[in-house]
């Protein structure tokens, strides 16, 4: 199996900047594309950023020009930079990884989430 464990949510005032880093450990044979969702109370998960394996990457609008996602192969390791944060901002911000698995010789794609960080901005 797959985990995904993120890290660096909080609390921070509008402005302000985080890092959210998101590791993938378990039995990975590769990692393709690599996302981070948000959700927001009361709201439905939306995407924010992904980075393709070679390091293509796409935003959502609300967060082009402030947000930069990027990623280290050789850790398995998505990073998301967040910039001039707003209180909109505030939400569960969710690790998502479509993964290839290896299972003895059998090569098998499966996604993944991880728990979400939690991250508020204050006005």
């Known amino acids: 199996q797959v985990q995904l464990v993120e890290s660096g949510g909080g609390l921070v005032q509008a402005g302000g900047s985080l890092r959210l880093s998101c590791a993938a450990s378990g039995s990975i044979f590769s990692i393709n594309a690599m996302r981070w969702y948000r959700q927001a109370p009361g709201k439905q998960r939306e995407l924010v950023a992904g980075?393709?394996?070679?390091?293509?990457?796409n935003y959502a609008d609300f967060v082009k020009g402030r947000f930069t996602i990027s990623r280290d192969n050789a850790k398995n390791t998505v990073y998301l930079q967040m910039n001039s944060l707003k209180p909109e901002d505030t939400a569960v911000y969710y690790c998502n990884a479509d993964c290839t698995v290896l299972t003895g010789t059998v090569e098998s794609r499966w996604e993944y989430w991880g728990q979400g960080t939690q991250v508020t901005v204050s006005s």
């Open positions: 980075i393709t394996e070679n390091g293509r990457t």
